[in-house]
């Protein structure tokens, strides 16, 4: 009896050292199933902390108009949609409506102007301040402005001021720049306009110089429009001019200064270079056939962080002058670009301007009026149509036809006070001389039709 026990117990003790435990299994198969799982459960996609805003249909636009120089306080108003209806103002601090009929209005305003539209009036919104041979357009408050020849002498002065459209407080820097460089002004660094109010400086008491200066307004807060008031005070018997100097978006490498006026004047050209390298700028000049290098205009350095004049006056005069529309500057990095035309009794000042693909639009002062389009890039069409004060139409439709390295000129009746311009097929520079006891130019800007609506979406915890 006692072999077979004896037996199975060796097969028994045998059987036990050759099957794993339950512990040993656990062991092994648990972080197997564990990476098993894991292969195949997806992870949740976690959502973007920021979403880019959305576009919308533009139903809201707000155009600012600088405060009046001597006799320029006429506020004209007028909406591409020809549609009637209210815009809300704001006259310096005072709230005040003012009703369009037919797409038109004017008034008479001596502080500065805050232009609100919304639903069908807000798509083609614009408005112009005029008068006393003085005239600008009201820009819409933008995020960044450069001006190109202001003046800081006692002959040669410049005023920019700041506005803010909005209730809460805004705030901008001001950059300047000279002939050797970029200016430490501590009074225009951090510049805070409060909501509703506007901010003006004298450029000859802040930042005194000789030299023909740049600036750029950047706004890092709030929304600002801003706009800058030349005078030139020669020294003698005449009397000084003074004129609104239109802003330019940005710096670019091919600028096209449109609209030079035809008569005899004195013409200098200024251009600033925002860049840290030296810059060349080679000078065309523009008219209904072609693009040309003047005789005795060599192509101009311009050192970094500096601004130079280059005067025209010899080049723009006489049979030279005759057909020539607008100027065109070839540069070796990003510039900016004014002309200055001065006679005895006026100030014209024209920047380089921004390219319109599409609608452009403006309210036209009185005088006689001229659209100037010139830097098409490829063959195409423009297309202008013009209302009077009653809101009916004095150019139904006028076509014409387009080539680069050429420019345009086409006559507004007098009578038109809103004026459409649409390019087609092609990108190009448009602007408009009005002459009214004084040569003024108005550069267009591209019309907006939609606007940016930002994502709000609750708190992710």
């Known amino acids: 009896m006692s072999e077979p026990t004896a037996g199975g117990r060796r097969r028994a003790a045998e059987t036990t ?9 656990l062991a092994v198969l ?24 959305t576009e919308a249909p533009l139903d809201r636009v707000t155009a600012v108009c600088p405060a009046r120089l001597p006799d ?74 450069w001006f190109t020849g202001v003046g800081a002498s006692a002959e040669h002065t410049s005023t920019l001021t700041l506005i803010n459209p909005d209730r809460g407080p805004a705030v901008a820097d001001v950059s300047v720049w000279d002939g050797s460089g970029l200016v430490d002004v501590p009074a225009l660094r951090g510049v805070r306009v409060p909501g509703g109010r506007s901010t003006s400086f004298d450029l000859s008491e802040v930042v005194p110089s000789r030299d023909a200066l740049a600036v750029r307004v950047s706004v890092s807060r709030g929304r600002l429009a801003s706009s800058v008031v030349d005078v030139v005070d020669p020294v003698g018997r005449d009397r000084p001019v003074r004129e609104w100097l239109p802003a330019q978006a940005a710096p670019a490498s091919t600028s096209y200064v449109a609209g030079i006026g035809t ?38 350095s311009i050192d970094p962080a500096s601004v130079t004049e280059v005067d025209l006056s010899g080049v723009l005069r006489g049979r030279n002058l005759q057909g020539v529309q ?36 403006v309210a036209l002062p009185a005088g006689a009026k001229r659209v ?68 003024s130019v108005l550069p267009l800007a591209q019309l907006g039709t939609t606007s940016e609506v930002a994502d709000v979406r609750p708190a992710q915890r």
């Open 17 to 25: 050292r050759t099957r794993p435990s339950p512990v040993t299994v």
């Open 30 to 53: 648990i972080p197997l199933l564990t990476v098993a799982a894991l292969a195949l459960v997806r992870p949740v996609e976690q959502a973007p902390s920021s979403v880019a805003p």
């Open 72 to 145: 320029a306080d006429e506020v004209r108003m007028g909406t591409t949609s020809l549609a009637s209806g209210e815009l809300v103002l704001r006259v310096g601090r005072r709230e005040d409506t003012q009703e369009l009929s037919g797409g038109v209005a004017s008034r008479t305003e001596r502080q500065y102007v805050v232009v609100n539209g919304s639903g069908e009036l807000a798509p083609g919104l614009v408005a112009s301040r005029s008068g006393g041979g003085s005239a600008t357009g009201c820009d819409q408050p933008t995020p960044e402005r």
């Open 263 to 300: 008569s005899a004047a004195d013409r200098v050209l200024t251009v600033a270079n925002p860049g840290d390298s030296e810059v060349r700028v080679a000078l065309e000049l523009v008219s209904e056939e072609s693009e040309f290098a003047p005789s005795g205009v060599e192509e101009v």
């Open 326 to 361: 607008a100027l065109r500057l070839e540069a070796t990095g990003p510039v900016t670009a004014t002309l200055r035309t001065r006679t005895a009794t006026d100030l014209a000042l024209t920047s380089a301007g921004s390219m319109i693909e599409g609608d452009a639009a």
């Open 372 to 439: 100037v389009v010139t830097g098409a890039t490829t063959p195409g069409v423009v297309t202008l149509q013009a209302w009077d004060a009653d809101g009916e139409a004095v150019v139904r439709e006028r076509r014409v036809e387009v080539d680069p390295a050429t420019a345009a000129r086409l006559r507004v009746p007098d009578e038109a006070v809103l004026a459409r311009v649409r390019v087609e097929r092609t990108g190009a520079v448009v602007s408009v001389e009005v002459s009214d006891r004084g040569l």
